[in-house]
């Protein structure tokens, strides 16, 4: 797709806009007595299909109370670890996350040209006060869309065709950015331009060039 059929980009929060807080998944991990990668797996999950009360979370249809804890128990007891919420409800509404300048610069960039851009994050509510404290995301953004808001979640088609709608634009001159391939390919298969994020200076580069 050429920069004159793009009329407008999506960027995701974690991993983009904000760095990978890599860090924090190894101390949750170490006060769970877990391995990281199998603790983000389990609790965060990737797109399984398993009933799994995170995304019921991001979706705004459970808050991140003891039943909440509970259902989270179920999947962990498989593997021996144990949850513990008042370790866990800090761990995300206290998040310190660093913002990446290079993509703040993009979406500045894109604006510049007159481009609208839109967040489009899958959060839980608890999350989002940390995501603006992280991102001054109603300067940088004309479109803001939270799953735990709208009700539905990345790679949910539809998440995608409401953050199109709200930019006024179709789906097939969208451009997504997100660092998690499978929304990326949720953003492709309604038709939007994806660009799998893994170097932020990289993806400027595309992202200057497309435009």
């Known amino acids: 797709m050429t920069g004159d059929s793009l009329e407008a980009a999506i960027f995701d929060y974690g991993g983009v806009m904000a760095k990978s807080p890599i860090g924090r998944v190894h101390m949750l991990a170490e006060e769970f007595?877990?391995?990281?990668?199998?603790?983000?797996?389990l609790i965060l999950g990737?797109?399984?299909s398993y009933g799994n009360p995170w995304?019921?979370?991001e979706c705004g249809r459970q808050p991140l109370d003891s039943t909440f804890?509970?259902?989270?128990?179920?999947?962990l007891d498989p593997y021996g670890i144990t949850f513990d919420l008042g370790i866990f409800l800090p761990w995300v509404a206290e998040a310190q996350n660093e913002p990446d300048e290079l993509m703040d610069e993009a979406v500045?960039?894109?604006k510049k040209k007159g481009i609208p851009v839109a967040l489009l994050t899958n959060a839980v509510p608890e999350f989002r006060p940390v995501i603006e404290k992280t991102v001054p995301i109603y300067e940088l953004f004309d479109v803001i869309v939270d799953s735990s808001e709208v009700?539905?979640?990345k790679p949910d088609c539809r998440i995608y065709e409401l953050t199109a709608q709200r930019l006024g634009v179709p789906?097939?001159?969208?451009?997504m950015v997100d660092d998690l391939l499978h929304n990326v390919t949720g953003a492709e298969?309604?038709?939007m331009t994806g660009i799998h994020f893994k170097n932020a200076q990289n993806v400027l580069r595309e992202i200057q060039d497309r435009f």
């Open 151 to 153: 009700g539905f979640r």
């Open 33 to 41: 007595n877990a391995e990281p990668n199998l603790l983000m797996s």
């Open 46 to 48: 990737g797109n399984e």
């Open 171 to 175: 789906t097939e001159s969208c451009l």
């Open 189 to 191: 298969k309604t038709g």
């Open 108 to 110: 500045k960039w894109l």
């Open 69 to 75: 804890a509970r259902e989270m128990q179920k999947i």
């Open 55 to 57: 995304f019921e979370a």
